[in-house]
């Protein structure tokens, strides 16, 4: 057996210092190190181009190798000053807007370009829209609690009590938030401070994540634009609650923002994992209410704490509407007819969709049960009839229900992150819809599958990119493809 070839420019852990000096998909910086054995390329994540960094190999071959940052040594010359704290959710916030949307646009193209095998991707392109809060925009954020912080001075880890996010890369450390991260609402990050000094005035423990014990777990605040409320959850595990006056932490919260304050829930994780709620756990509402309102082109829409939805609302609407716009540029395919709306959530699409057609049935089918639940009664709640959800996975859905074969001239798809498994991309491609609205949140598997869907004779028509979070290397893409007529002689 051949002895394999030793990487000539870099092993698994070893420490570079780097120059950027290329952007790739999903927010990777590309650097290169040039020697007399050739030219070879790294990739760091969250990186800007012109940056110097200091970054840890995790893997080598022999043509590449992925690095995870350590630190920034010196910042990009296109880099700006901004008045908020740096955190892990926001990568890109000292890069002009302008910039992260020149990136964002050039690397999802040339992803359609490799991956999708569209060489025309450029004179299909439509237009990138661009989210109308460029700070601020979120409506639900995560604090955690942890009983290990981040010394900034010394670059180290301390002993501390904190609350906020934890450092890029390293599980069991936090970092204090001590402002306003630009990307929730200002008054309650700038509130954060005083809500942990609080709870660590209690002398109960924050989660440590190593020994995975302690009492404090995570803090987390939903806000509605419509009505400017906020919903909080405190989860905690259940060893030392009777120790912690819930009642108490409910009249700080009522004092810090009066009016705002719609409601706190309380949720009990004793589960050792790292995540928000347990599957085990159970939660209950301490004061006001346990749901708040939002409001999407028109259409209100109740979410409670475990509710989907979507992050940057006002970015949202544009979206669907751009979705909409896509479904309805053949209006009369619309209207007296049948649309599937796959992997429907919430059935928000299907729901704007409904109420600007005529008498057009729509079919909402998604397996979170949760979800069609939410989708059920937004439906009644706005009013619009003629939506049929069903609570299954889409590919046994259209095994069960072969009759939709050549009776659905529009389909809505709007898969999770990994995409369409394949098998289930052919049931969906057997169905022979005119119209295919694709949208996505990785338009990676979005470039898988339209090359699957070119061969059975979808072609790509029209391709836009949303801006849904901006700061981030994320990006969605709305696709409408149309099925190529079959020529008879």
């Known amino acids: 057996m051949p002895k394999r070839e030793r990487n000539k420019f870099v092993k698994r852990g070893q420490i570079l210092e780097l120059k950027i000096e290329d952007y790739a998909f999903g927010g990777k910086g590309i650097a290169r190190i040039r020697s007399e054995h050739g030219e070879f390329i790294v990739f760091i994540p969250n990186t800007i181009p012109g940056q110097t960094v200091k970054a840890q190999v995790k893997k080598s071959t022999k043509k590449y190798a992925e690095c995870s940052l350590m630190d920034v040594i010196e910042s990009s010359p296109n880099e700006v000053d901004v008045p908020f704290q740096d955190i892990p959710g926001a990568p890109y916030i000292n890069l002009p807007i302008e910039l992260q949307h020149k990136y964002k646009k050039e690397s999802t193209m040339s992803l359609f370009k490799r991956i999708g095998k569209v060489s025309n991707i450029e004179s299909l392109f439509d237009e990138l829209v661009t989210s109308p809060n460029v700070f601020h925009y979120r409506n639900k954020m995560e604090y955690g609690f942890s009983a290990i912080g981040y010394d900034r001075i010394n670059k180290t880890d301390i002993d501390v009590f904190t609350l906020g996010f934890k450092r890029r890369g390293v599980w069991w450390m936090g970092d204090n938030l001590e402002k306003d991260s630009g990307l929730f609402d200002t008054q309650v990050e700038d509130n954060i401070s005083t809500i942990r000094r609080y709870c660590e005035a209690t002398g109960l423990a924050p989660w440590h994540g190593p020994k995975k014990e302690g009492f404090f777990r995570f ?254 290397s994320h990006i969605e893409t709305v696709v409408l493809f149309e099925k190529t007529p079959v020529n008879t002689f």
């Open 219 to 472: 803090f987390v605040v939903r806000k509605s634009y419509k009505t400017n409320k906020l919903l909080f959850n405190l989860v905690t595990t259940s060893y030392d609650l009777p120790e912690f006056d819930l009642t108490g932490f409910s009249e700080l919260l009522q004092d810090l923002f009066k009016e705002r304050f719609a409601g706190l829930i309380h949720s009990i994780n004793d589960e050792t994992g790292d995540r928000t709620l347990a599957t085990t756990g159970k939660s209950q509402l301490i004061a006001g209410d346990d749901k708040i309102v939002e409001q999407l082109l028109g259409l209100n829409f109740e979410i409670s704490m475990k509710s989907f939805f979507q992050t940057n609302p006002k970015s949202a609407e544009k979206l669907y509407t751009k979705v909409i716009d896509y479904a309805l540029e053949n209006k009369e395919t619309i209207d007296n007819s049948v649309v599937m709306d796959l992997f429907c959530g919430t059935g928000t699409i299907g729901q704007i969709l409904a109420s600007r057609s005529t008498n057009t049935k729509i079919i909402g089918v998604d397996i979170v049960a949760s979800a069609v639940e939410d989708a059920i009664k937004n439906a009644e709640r706005n009013n619009i009839h003629g939506l049929q959800f069903y609570t299954a996975d889409v590919g046994k859905f259209l095994t069960k229900h072969p009759e939709y074969k050549n009776k659905i001239r529009t389909i809505i798809l709007d898969p999770a992150r990994a995409g369409i498994a394949p098998k289930t991309l052919l049931k969906i491609i057997n169905i022979n819809a005119e119209r295919i609205v694709y949208v996505s949140c990785n338009p990676a598997t979005q470039a898988r599958d339209t090359e699957e869907m070119r061969n059975y004779g979808y072609e790509l028509k029209k391709i836009s990119l949303v801006d849904q979070f901006p700061h981030t």
